[in-house]
């Protein structure tokens, strides 16, 4: 299951299992659009939160062409492809959604991140992105996922 939400968790074994994104944008395997998946459980107004119970989550996928629709737990996400996904000098780029995606962007622009909601995930960029993406030919790659 190359380039899935796995990858986060083989390198950052935290990120894939302590710290959850309330929405995650995935590929639809019926269609190849964008799925969005919001996890019930999580508040209405936080972007990620600490999972304290166990993996009894509930992620409600809606595609946004299709009909898919779909309840599933943390584990069955891992199943669909990330939408926000590119390859770049042979190096997996990912991320969960457009949020998390803009805090990385900033930060490969060496933007200041205070008061980014996603500051939390900051330490958890993989170290080979900050070192690797730093041309503007790079940055601008990412950033056209934007327009996905
Ligand atoms: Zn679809």
């Known amino acids: 299951m190359n380039s899935s939400i796995n990858n986060g968790g083989k390198t950052h074994i935290k990120y894939a299992h302590m710290h959850y994104p309330k929405t995650v944008e995935l590929k639809c395997k019926k269609c190849k659009s964008k799925i969005i998946a919001t996890n019930q459980n999580a508040p209405e107004e936080i972007e990620h939160f600490m999972d304290i119970s166990d993996f009894e989550k509930k992620w409600n996928l809606i595609c946004m062409d299709c009909t898919f629709r779909a309840e599933l ?5 891992k199943e669909f492809d990330l939408w926000l996904k590119t390859k770049i000098r042979d190096i997996e780029f990912w991320s969960w959604n ?3 995606l803009n805090m990385i962007i900033k930060k490969l622009r060496k933007t200041e991140l205070k008061s980014d909601k996603w500051e939390f995930f900051e330490s958890y ?3 080979k992105w900050l070192l690797k993406f730093n041309s503007e030919r790079e940055i601008r790659k990412i950033e056209m996922l934007k327009e996905k």
């Not at 737990?73 to 996400?77: A, I, Q, V």
């Open 73 to 77: 737990n943390w584990d069955e996400l």
């Open 98 to 100: 457009i949020h998390h």
């Open 125 to 127: 960029i993989p170290k």
